[in-house]
Structures are given as C-alpha cells and as structure tokens.
C-alpha cells in the first residue's frame, strides 16, 4: 500500500545522501512540492526522518521499522500515564490504567502495523511530552481548584494558593521547552499544531482558579500573578497563531492542487473523488449530514471498535441525504453524550473537573481537523485519525473511574446558612474503617470489574485485529470480505486473487470495485489484463477501452501500460493498424517503455515492415539489455534482414541470459501485469 510509496520509493528515504534541500522541498510521499506534477502538501518532515534512520541502520528490511513503530507506541502509552501523575495530579496505579487503555485500544492496530502512520504515533509523542514539560513547569495540578468563584461553598486547602503561586512564577522564556515539542508535533503530522489549545486551556483553567481562590480568601488577585498569566498566555498564542496559520496556507494549497488535478483532462494524472467523495458533493445540506454522520462513525470506532476496516472510501459509507435517515441517530448520540459528559465533568469536584476537562480537550482539538468541520480532508474515515483523540479518551474514562471509586459522583449539597463549616455528605473511605467502608468496597470491587474486563475485550479485539494484519494477502482478504462496499478494499482483494491465479473471485471483486467507483479506471484496466491471461481478448477489449476513457492514479499504474495493453487486445483480434496507434500513443507518454518498443517492433515485423520493426527492438534492447526475449526477437528479425551474424550474436546474448530458453521463430510480444 502507502508503505511502499512513502518509504521505498521516496528519495528522501532511500537515497544515497539526504540534503535538508531536499527534505524540504518534497512533501511526506517524496514527491516535489513546487512545479510540475500532483502532491498533496503533506508536509511531514520528522517523521521523514525517523525513516531515513531506519534506512540507514538496517536497509528496507520491514522488521526494523514495525519494531521502531512498536517502540514510539509504547512510548506514547508511558507519556500518557505521565500526564496523569503530572498533568492531572493522580498517582501511579490511575497513570498505569490509563497507559494500558491507550495501548491495547484495537483503532491503534493501523497505526502501529501500518508503517506510514508512524507520522500520528510520533505527532502524539510529542504532543503529550509538550503537555507534560507545561504542567510539570506551568500548571501543577493543584489539590483543590475550583472553577469559578460561585462555587466557593466547597472547602478550599489551605496551601492550595501557595502552590499554585509556585506554578506561576517560572520564568516564562521557559515556555520554549513545550512549544517547541508542538511545534516538532505538527512536523511530524499537521494535526499536532492543534495541541497549542492544551496550555491555552490550562492558562484558563489557572486564572479561573486563581480568581476563585482569592474570592473565596477576600484578597486580591496580585498584579505579579495577572502579568505573568497574561504573558504566558500572549506568547502560547503566538506562536500557535503562526503555526497554525502556516499549516492552514498549506491546506489551502492542497486544496488547489486537488481541484486542478480534478479537472485536468486528457492522459494526466486526474484526482478521483474516491478519497472523500462527500467533498464533491453539489448538495451542500448533504455535505453536512453525511460529514455528521461520519462522527458518529468515529464515535463507535473510540468507543466500541468492533468493526474495523483499513478503508471506508465511496460506497463503504453511502451519504445521508435526508434528515429522516437514521443513521443520523449515531451523530445525535455522540453530540448528546458528549455534551453531557462535559456537563457531567463540571459537577465534579474541582480535582476532577480540570482534569476532565482538559482530558475532553484532548480529545476535540485533536479530532478537529479530522472532523471536516474546518476543511474537507483526504479520507471519508481512518481509523489512523483516533490516535491522538483515543489519549484524551483514556484519560476521561481514567477520570470518570477515579471519580466513582473516591465517591465525588454523587452530588455534594451547600450546607445551610447558619451552618457555614459543617458540610453534610455521606462519609466514604476508601479502604479504612467507617461507615462508607462497605460502600467504598462495592465501588472498588465495580472500578476493578469494569477495568479488567474491559481491558481484557480490548486486548482480545486488538489481538485478532493484529492477525489480520499478519501480511497483505491476509488483510485484503479478511477486509475485503469485511467491507465489499469500499472501492479499495474491493480492487485490493481482486489484485490478491489476481496474483494467486483465482481468475473468477479477481474479476467478481474487480466489479465490486467498478461499481462502488466508477469513475477510476484501475478496476476496468485490472479486469482487461485478467481476460487477456484467461485468453478472452475480445472481452479484454471492452474493459481495456473503457478503461482509457476514466481517471488513473499513476502512483498505481501508469497510463502508458493501460494503452499498451489495449494495444495488444486489439492485435489479438486482428487490429494491427488500431494497436499500432494504441502503442505509439504509450511510447509518447514513456520514450523509455522497453516493453513498448519490443511489442512496437513485432506488430511492424507483422505488417512486413522488417527494418522498423527491428530499429524498434533495438530501441527495447539498448532500454533492457538483461532481458533475453528482446535480444530473441531482434535475432528473429535480422534473419529475416539477412543479417546473420547480427543474428547469431543477438541469439547468442539471449541463451547466456536464458540458457533453457526454448526455441525462437517469432517475434514475441511480451506481457508482463504491471506492479
């Protein structure tokens, strides 16, 4: 898939020496930026690198770079949990909950087996060290922070005010640690810009801290204090705003390069609306339902991963198109439950209010440029995209358990006004004696229930999910099964039957694939090339044609073969003159096509036009010295030139290249499926 793209041909991985030229000047898939030709703009430099050093330790052996992707997930799960102890203030048993949340999660199968979405792993890395290097240095998690000052009928810690004074009076050029590590984060995939709205949130969470406490204490909020929370506060947001603003210019330029390549015509590359065809939709009311649609989509992937797919392009998810589809029931729960879970965080304690909140922070800035609310992006759903959410969701459930065990669920009522110090709550000890002790039991004995068995569900699903992804024949095929919907899933599993030889599942897929996208001619092109191996060439013919006539994806297939093989469907059934144009047309889009050449020359050698026909071999000969047919049929057609010693040597290079190479009386043409 990508991997080879992204990796095993881009230069930036792959050539003898790297120049940071160059490294800038191509985007993720090593394709230049600037100039002729498609390119997305996804600029991904960082984790370009991580490639390159994997490269350069142990060559394109694939093992290295899954042990590297295992590595950085582990990783990220470890920084997860830190957040927990220094961000959000729980102790260590709450931070290894959370680390292992995050890393059984079955979504996070995509992004550690699939070796491109390194970019998401590394983005998260980072984004999460950012947030911790802030909290440690920033924004200590108080004991007792309440959020607003109306709310002063809490109980307040006396040394609440002093240590979150010591928060604030770090000097704030240290600010550089955490932006920097964000500013690496949307290096390594854009959506990690977006994690500047954490310390921006926490900023707001400790003024409104502050402002309550010094309510609650009658005191004054100190100029000191205002100043440096204003200071912080100003140079979070610059340096966001001009990060941001950097990576939205480039999301405007993807979206031109998008709409050229949409409407170029001819043999260029064209962009089908494959990738997300809700983007092209005219109706902008069903742009919107079916965007809506799709979070509810991500909301059962976070929630309940049963089912997972690598691929949920064109008819995997069909657009809403009415408001009485109720499939629109699915975004209506997620907007509800998700309202109601920041409603359900505001009534918590002020210990586990902040920390749900930037929890459930966590997760929306991180889905937001996922979410198509902000621009259209390049896939309807990828499962890839829930890595940096899924953190935000760990640490919320974490938060909402802890809440539970400790008791704090249950509304705390403000005592009466002439019993202003006595608070009437039900006492509840953990584990200690008292009359809460039974209750503190049950909830402990619930917490460990829910967790265990949920971890071990995620565990299985993450297991049989990994066994899918085991090798790529093993995958198309479960997924194709999985999703015959999706015009991907549908061509990959018809080019893994294809190469095992089942002709009949490889063209039943094929179909599937054509009729979920029938604008691509990849499924039409692939189809022809199967008929001409079963010798159907008339039928060949048909899908051949119909395949010129689509739009192409040249990171696929190029457009040279597609003509190349029509050309010899149409020689096939007698065409001589109508192939002969048909290859001429693939060696004006590729001068460089050895096996054009090669075919080029046999179908003059049939119409009795010897010399060109054997220039034209030549031509593939001197392209492709090491392919002993070519040196076969240029020694066929010197004989018939006359030329016998030509002859004689040319056979000769063919039978040291092939010695067991059978007998040689024709000029072949050759066949060869492309990739």
Known sequence: MDDTVGIVRNPNVVAESLSFAELMRRDFWGLPMHGSGWTNKSFRPLTTLTFRWNYLLHGLESSGFHATNILLHCLSSLVLGQIIATALGFSGSWAALASVLFGVHPVHAENVLYLVCRADILACLLGLMAINAYAAGFSPPAPLRPLWPTLRARPFDAHAFAAFAGGLSQNPLLLIVPCSLIVASGLCKESGFMLFAIPMLM???DFLTMQAIAHHQKERLGKRVVRRLRLRA???????????????????TVLVFVARYRHTGGTSLNMSPQDNPISFESDRKVRILSYAFLHGVYMRLLVWPQFLCYDYSMDAIPMVRELLDCRLLAPVAAYLGFVALVSFMLQLPSRHRRAGLIALALVVVSFLPASNILFPVGTVVGERLLYIPSAGYSLALVVVLHAY???????????PRSEPTKIRRKEIHSWGIGPGRNEAMRRGFKVILFASSGLAALSLRTWLRVSDWESSDTLFIRDGARQPSSSKTQFNLGITWMQLQEWDAAVDALVRCAWADPLSSLPFYRIGQIEILRGRFDSAERWL????????????????????DLALAMFQNGKVDQAETRLRISLQLNPDFAKGWNNMGCCLASKMNLNDGARAVRKAV???????????????????LGDYSASQSAMSNAYQLWPTMPEHRDCAWEFAPAG
Request: hydrophobic share 50%; net charge positive; no cysteine.
């Open 203 to 205: 900023e707001l969470l």
């Open 545 to 564: 044609a119909a395949a010129i006539d689509k739009f192409g994806a040249s990171l696929m297939v190029r457009d040279e073969e597609v003509f190349h």
């Open 405 to 415: 065990l400790q008791g704090t669920l249950a509304k705390v009522r403000a005592p």
């Open 234 to 252: 100003g140079l979070l947001v610059a340096r966001s705003a001009v990060a941001i603003a950097s990576f939205y210019r480039r999301l405007r």
């Open 622 to 640: 001197s392209l492709n010295p090491d392919n002993p047919q070519y040196w076969a049929n240029l020694a066929v057609l010197s004989q018939h």
